[in-house]
């Protein structure tokens, strides 16, 4: 299991959850921050920093942004399991699925 960053995230990037992760498993796309599914130890560190609440435990994630984990697992398919965000910086590309996405919380981002 692992923790899923879904459709409030896009488009803001607070990044709290990237300071708060022990293993920097958050990794940074150009619209969208990404938890990697095989370097995330389900500790929860992240979910209750995340000011958009766009965080949730797999098995939460809202049916409505159910496809995020599959954006989430697929983000990586090329970059791999580079062992840390941090070793790689942000990456200017995101999953196709986000990539398509109108702009969004434009809410957010105008109060901020």
């Not at 409030?8 to 607070?14: E, G, H, L, R």
């Not at 920097?24 to 609440?53: F, M, N, Q, W």
Request: aromatic share 10%; net charge negative; proline share 8%.
């Amino acid at each position: 299991m692992t923790y899923v960053i879904a459709q409030p995230c896009v488009d803001v990037k607070d990044r709290a959850c990237v300071d708060e992760c022990p293993v920097d498993c958050i990794y940074e796309g150009k619209r969208s921050l990404y938890i990697h599914p095989d370097e995330c130890v389900d500790c929860g560190a992240c979910e209750p920093v995340c000011p958009t609440e766009a965080i949730f435990y797999e098995d939460d994630l809202p049916e409505e942004w159910s496809d995020y984990y599959r954006a989430n697992v697929d983000f990586f398919k090329d970059l791999g399991s580079p062992g840390g965000a941090q070793r790689v910086g942000a990456q200017e590309f995101d999953d196709e699925m986000i990539q398509g996405l109108p702009p969004q919380n434009e809410e957010y981002l105008s109060q901020n």
